[in-house]
């Protein structure tokens, strides 16, 4: 009975401990848009039953700063009260189109699933996203392609002013400078307030008018648009 | 009902061991009619729109034994073109292999999801397969084509993201008259066919604001790949 035991015991534990223990991973972001920037990144590690957005849901406000603006900061202070296990902004500013970087993220142990957030920009409230990834326990490399989202909190109005709080109508920057100006505005309505797949830029190729400041020759995507690499060690 | 029966002539032929002497009168009722229960399998298929302004027409789906809704560079079935251009089901539920369908309350509208349950008897090892037209669009749908289910044990979930594939039954003109989601009110069903004639991914629709001023659509009807969210559950 003795040996028994001896010889489940530890084996038990070795079973319940793969899933649940920390892990060291290598994370690598590829932007694999022609023309569309991200915003600084948030990759984070948490508990299997967070979310930074669900489809089919409405948005979070920390969603929404992300969505609208590229401010993680929201999401920051909320991943912190739950001990996520997080990388902020690993590139150091904008992600270039064509561009990648690379992070390092330890887990620690009950942070099982990761995702993934940054803005598309130039865009409205797109959003580039990864929703709660089981991390396999499987040392190896694994590749996931992420669509761009639409955070379903502003109306893809198209105009470049400068308007990136939450809230405020209006894209941010066009960080190439292919960008339009003086157009009325492609919509001023958001029909869908759940997050769901973007449809895209619409543009024009109207530079001083126009519905849209966006150029439809550059701005444009087609699914996926980021491409990660994990590596569990 | 058939439980309770089995249950009752079980505990019956208990009670007739333990009093088996004084109880002579009653072996006529307690000959136990045990039917054999059929096993139930049921799985609940949940579709999240993912689209921005493509209602879907009402949530269709079949398990089947064999075969598969549509063939990438294939004529659509009949039934799969009257889906794909009006969103009727009749002719897909009736089809052949068929063994049951299900559909869905009605449209299901973007952002919204819906769960269909689909009950068979008896059999673990069927295909499910699952379709829905983009009603803003001439002949767009998307859905789920053949999917095994054998090795889904009760409680398991298998989850897909699906793109939109185009019937090309009829052709993408996105004119007044022939799209019959609520962009147009247009024509659904027409039995001609003067597309490709063969099934596709879909190449997404143009709309007036993209230049074609002949469409009936705006920059709200486009779509990007994938425009649903697709769970299969078995329940039991």
């Known amino acids: ?233 | 009902m058939i439980k309770s029966k089995i249950k009752l002539a079980l505990l019956a032929s208990t009670l007739s061991v333990a009093f088996l002497s004084g109880c002579s009168d009653d072996d006529d009722k307690i000959a136990p009619i045990i039917e054999p229960e059929p096993l139930v399998v049921t799985y609940d298929v949940t579709v999240t729109n993912l689209t921005y302004s493509q209602p879907f027409s009402p949530l269709s789906v079949v398990l089947h034994n064999d075969g598969a809704l549509w063939s990438i560079g294939e004529p659509a079935s009949v039934a799969l073109e009257k889906l794909a251009e009006s969103g009727a089901n009749a002719d897909l539920f009736a089809l052949s292999n068929v063994t049951v369908s299900a559909a869905g309350n009605g449209i299901l509208m973007p952002g919204a999801s819906e769960t269909v349950s689909i009950s068979i008897e008896d059999t673990t090892e069927s295909l499910l397969s699952l379709a829905t037209m983009l009603v803003n669009t001439n002949d767009g749908f998307t859905g789920l084509n053949s999917i095994s289910l054998s090795d889904l044990m009760v409680g398991d979930s298998w989850s897909a993201m699906t793109g939109v594939y185009d019937a090309g039954t009829e052709a993408n003109s996105e004119m007044a008259g022939t799209i019959p989601g609520p962009a147009d009110g247009g024509a659904g069903y027409e039995s001609a066919r003067d597309d490709s004639d063969i099934v596709s991914m879909h190449r997404g629709v143009v709309s007036m604001d993209d230049g074609l001023m002949s469409s009936v659509l705006t920059q709200a009807h486009k779509f990007d790949q994938p425009t649903a969210k697709i769970t299969i559950t078995r329940t039991e």
């Open chain 1, 1 to 233: 009975m003795k040996v028994i035991n001896k010889v489940l015991i530890p084996s038990c534990l070795a079973l319940l401990a793969g899933p649940l223990s920390a892990a060291e991973l290598d994370i690598k972001v590829t932007n694999l848009t022609h023309g569309i920037y991200f915003t600084p990144l948030l990759i984070t590690a948490h508990t299997s039953d967070a979310h930074l957005y669900e489809l089919g849901m409405a948005a979070s406000e920390d969603l929404q700063k992300v969505a609208e603006g590229g401010d993680i900061s929201g999401f920051s202070s909320t991943l912190a009260t739950i001990n996520a296990d997080s990388s902020e902004n690993p590139a150091g500013g904008l992600l270039a189109p064509g561009a990648s970087t690379e992070t390092m993220l330890s887990t620690t142990d009950g942070n099982v699933h990761l995702s993934i957030v940054s803005m598309l920009l130039p865009t409205n409230d797109g959003f580039v996203g990864l929703d709660s990834w089981s991390i396999p326990d499987e040392p190896g490399t694994y590749t996931v392609y992420l669509n761009g989202y639409d955070a379903g909190t502003e109306a893809n109005n198209e105009i470049i002013n400068g308007g990136g709080m939450p809230g405020v109508l209006g894209i941010p920057v066009d960080p190439s400078g292919n960008n339009g100006t003086g157009a009325v505005g492609v919509t001023d309505m958001e029909e869908n307030s759940m997050v769901h797949v973007h449809r895209g830029n619409l543009g024009d190729t109207d530079v001083s008018a126009g519905m849209s400041d966006l150029d439809s020759t550059v701005h444009r995507w087609l699914n996926p648009v980021a491409k990660v690499t994990i590596t569990v060690n």
